[in-house]
């Protein structure tokens, strides 16, 4: 259903053959969705010829060219990392199964992210080392337990007993028993809670490590950390039973950046431009088909979820809007696998959204309405990712701001 719903796309009509470039209420539309577009000081786009139908996809393929060479010449660009400056590893950072001390006693969620341990003490690390420069990841604790988090070399060797900290050239903090460890233990930091985010930095160039609670630093933990030749550095976190922790290293944006800290994941910085010029259009067609709905309501007292009418010698507002929606989502469904995507441009949208209207008692026009185009408009290999990201965003939210309970 899906695959013939995009081939809405590129059907006769979108060609210009069944709607003449004159017809003022498609002309009307054209120019209300896709003129000048700005997604920052720096980054906008406008069409460069008339906005027609027949040349709708190439005016679009520019203007997002458009913004993307505007927002890679941006000299305020953040979270962009050189390829390979500073750090060993595949772009996409994740804890490493075969890092882990006793397999069993760790379980990992799908993505490679989440930890849960099943022993008395257990360890893993990242895929991903640095060596020079400034970097940082956070994690969010699903318990307030044991557990000790920071970096190690991966020369350290863990076992039940010991974990990061516990060895030479590991370092680490735990909130549980506020202590810093490295090889020996001093007192250090707050106590932390379910639910808190905390950030590990390190500063490879000035060999100091740094620890931060809900964006709050809790002062330098070590001075002194070995750097140099044969010195690179892993994230790495040990749990003890029972205790469950969920790390980003950049996949989708940090809680609480700290200037001059790079993630270990670089931020897809095209995508996430090409995303939300894309996003900025569809937010109109939205508001345009629920506008459109309103008035078959209102004047011709039709239901929102009655078929469309049958077209005739002319195409309705409705369905010219459509026809726009899979041009759109053509582009826009392939980025919206990638969570930093859907974090970064969808999930704000729907939050917008949701911010239109404070009844509660009935559902939210626009997000019914955005949740049916993206299932008409989406492969099921596209939608399951997105909606998958979606629901774990929002869970680690309500998570973070819900009220603790004895329950």
Known sequence: MAEKRRSAANSPMSSGTAMKSEDSQTYDLLQYVFSEMTLSEEASAKPSKSLELENLQSNMDEMINEVQEKSSQSPRKKNILPPLDGRIGPAEVVFDQKSMVAPLGLRLEPDNLGVTSHTNFSTVRANCCVYRGKWMY??????????????????????????????????????????????????????????????????????????????????????NVKTGSGYAYYPAVSLSRNEHLRANFGATPLRYPIEGYEPLQAMPQEDVVKSQLLIGWLEKLTNTLIKEDKHLMDVCGIEQDVPPLPLGETRSKKSTALLLCAHIFEKLAPLLKGPYVVECCLLPLMLKFCATT???????????????????????????????????????????TSPVTSE
């Open 138 to 223: 956070e994690v969010m604790l699903w318990s307030k337990g044991v557990m000790q988090l920071g970096w190690c070399t991966i020369n350290c060797k863990f076992t039940f007993e010991e974990g990061v900290g516990d060895t030479k050239d590991s370092y680490s903090y735990d909130g549980s028993r506020l202590r810093k460890w490295n090889i020996r233990t001093q007192k250090y930091g707050e106590a932390w809670l379910a639910g808190d985010v905390i950030t590990c930095a390190l500063d490879c160039d000035n060999g100091t490590m740094t620890f931060y609670r809900n964006g709050k630093s809790m002062g330098e933990a070590f001075k």
């Open 358 to 400: 404070t009844d509660t008692s009935t559902t939210n026009p626009h997000i019914v309405k955005l949740l049916d185009l993206m299932w008409s408009l989406m492969q099921d290999h596209e939608i399951k990712p997105c909606m998958d990201t979606l629901m774990t965003s929002m869970l680690y939210s309500f998570y973070k």
